[in-house]
T-cell receptor, first 110, second 110 residues
Framework: DTAVSQTPKYLVTQMGNDKSIKCEQNLGHDTMYWYKQDSKKFLKIMFSYNNKELIINETVPNRFSPKSPDKAHLNLHINSLELGDSAVYFC?????????FGPGTRLLVL | QKEVEQNSGPLSVPEGAIASLNCTYSDRGSQSFFWYRQYSGKSPELIMSIYSNGDKEDGRFTAQLNKASQYVSLLIRDSQPSDSATYLCAVQVGGNKLVFGAGTILRVKS
């Protein structure tokens, strides 16, 4: 049973396209996150939702829009993709002690 | 800007040796500290958490925290080739937000 799952695992697309990444957790946690990990492995928080409410919104271009239909799901929509958006995007869920990460979505913008 | 700093490495140690990984942080108000391990192409996984000054041991891993010096470290005893990975230091700041360091690459040579 996968605790935090993401789809798709890989995403290759052209500049200017719009794409979505989906995340689901079956841990019953209230808080979920989106992180971006660039080629230098630096993991940076983008957004956090608590029970469908946005609580953390870092300095991220407004081309990125998170959506949480319920507390088990947190999706990320990206408009007008740019080369610099190429990275691994991780979803995470907050447990009692710390965060549990999904497997990541590897996005490559050509 | 709250920061977490780590030496990027790579840190190379022979099999069986002690690997010492270090991290400094800037936010004096931080109370919770974590070490994550990330294998290449995989997601970060929690290996240690520490909240109080001093040492915390778990198997071959020991986390050390010195809040006065704003310093947290991870010792890995009897290092194994399977310990080769990137180790991410994370500090909890302001609620449920984690700030990550850029990670230290550890290579254990057999």
């Amino acid at each position: 049973d996968t605790a935090v799952s993401q789809t798709p695992k890989y995403l290759v697309t052209q500049m200017g396209n719009d794409k979505s990444i989906k995340c689901e957790q079956n841990l019953g946690h209230d808080t979920m996150y989106w992180y971006k990990q660039d080629s230098k492995k630096f993991l940076k928080i983008m957004f956090s939702y608590n029970n469908k409410e946005l609580i953390i919104n870092e300095t991220v271009p407004n081309r990125f829009s998170p959506k949480s239909p319920d507390k088990a799901h947190l999706n990320l929509h990206i408009n007008s993709l740019e080369l610099g958006d190429s990275a691994v995007y991780f979803c995470a869920s907050l447990g009692q002690e710390t965060q549990y990460f999904g497997p990541g979505t590897r996005l490559l913008v050509l | 800007q709250k920061e977490v700093e780590q030496n990027s490495g790579p840190l190379s140690v022979p099999e069986g040796a002690i690997a010492s990984l270090n991290c400094t942080y800037s936010d004096r108000g931080s109370q919770s500290f974590f070490w994550y391990r990330q294998y290449s192409g995989k997601s970060p996984e929690l290996i240690m958490s520490i909240y109080s000054n001093g040492d915390k041991e778990d198997g071959r891993f020991t986390a050390q925290l010195n809040k006065a010096s704003q310093y947290v470290s991870l010792l890995i005893r009897d290092s194994q080739p399977s310990d080769s990975a990137t180790y991410l230091c994370a500090v909890q700041v302001g609620g449920n937000k984690l700030v990550f360091g850029a990670g230290t690459i550890l290579r254990v040579k057999s």
